[in-house]
């Protein structure tokens, strides 16, 4: 069994910074790529931020380039996402994601966390 666990959302006004943490424990023999999706009330859930397993690439939403940074730590199976420069447009639930593959059974998987909100006032 694999849990991610995210932290890290709460309410801020519009120019502020919020950092998001989301840590992976369980069965997990490899982590591979991670990344961030956020659904906002009413719109799909769409991505935010990708990081390779090594954490050599990453890739943005045109939203959020050049304002938020997706970052990880291998070491503790985490993955960051730095929220700078916050607009009421990013108010959103947001999710982390993984790649990875399980111990027991020895298999590839997909997981998802339960989301932290994240509100952005004006």
């Known amino acids: 069994q694999v849990r991610l666990v995210e932290s890290g959302g709460g309410l801020v006004q519009s120019g502020g910074s919020l950092r998001l943490s989301c840590a992976a424990s369980?069965?997990?023999?490899?982590?591979?790529?991670m990344g961030w999706y956020r659904q906002a009330p009413g719109k799909q859930r769409e991505l935010v931020a990708t990081?390779?397993?090594?954490?050599?690439?990453?890739t943005y939403a045109d939203s959020v380039k050049g304002r938020f940074t997706i970052s990880r730590d291998n070491a503790k199976n985490t993955v960051y996402l730095q929220m700078n420069t916050l607009k009421p447009e990013d108010t959103a639930v947001y999710y982390c994601n993984a790649d990875l593959i399980e111990r027991s059974p020895f298999r590839p998987r997909n997981y998802w966390g339960q989301g932290t909100q994240v509100t952005v006032s004006s």
């Open positions: 369980g069965s997990i023999l490899a982590l591979n790529a």
């Open positions: 990081i390779t397993s090594s954490g050599g690439i990453a």
